[in-house]
């Protein structure tokens, strides 16, 4: 199994630049990918980011191209996303996932193997 914990979420203006950070555990060896999803109020949960984390390729929601950045330590163990320019919308519960087959689709919930217990996000 993998254990995912994330930390950085609270309360931001709009137009801050938070990190979230995302540290795994377990047996991460086998994962193939790792992201970010968020979930707003009375909405899906939606991909954000993903890194596939032996080439370090990554993948981005329109919405969020060009503001957050994704990233991964060398040890690949703890994930990051730097979030930038937020805006109101951006308000959500934000979980990190992990995903052993490498796939094209990764921004669906349906593909993930495993999750983390998310953290908030406020932006107002």
């Known amino acids: 199994d993998v254990q995912l914990v994330e930390s950085g979420g609270g309360s931001v203006q709009p137009g801050g630049s938070p990190r979230l950070s995302c540290a795994a555990s377990?047996?991460?060896?086998?994962?193939?990918?790792m992201g970010w999803f968020r979930q707003a109020p009375g909405k899906e949960r939606e991909g954000v980011a993903a890194?596939?984390?032996?080439?370090?390729?990554?993948f981005y929601a329109d919405s969020v191209k060009g503001r957050f950045t994704i990233s991964q330590d060398n040890a690949k163990t703890t994930l990051y996303l730097q979030m930038n320019s937020l805006k109101p919308e951006d308000t959500a519960v934000y979980y990190c996932?992990?995903?052993?087959?490498?796939?094209?689709?990764?921004?669906?919930?349906?593909?993930?193997?495993?999750w983390g217990q998310g953290t908030q996000v406020t932006v107002s």
């Open positions: 996932a992990a995903t052993i087959q490498c796939i094209p689709n990764w921004n669906e919930t349906r593909t993930v193997n495993y």
């Open positions: 377990g047996y991460t060896a086998n994962t193939c990918s």
């Open positions: 890194i596939r984390r032996y080439s370090g390729t990554t």
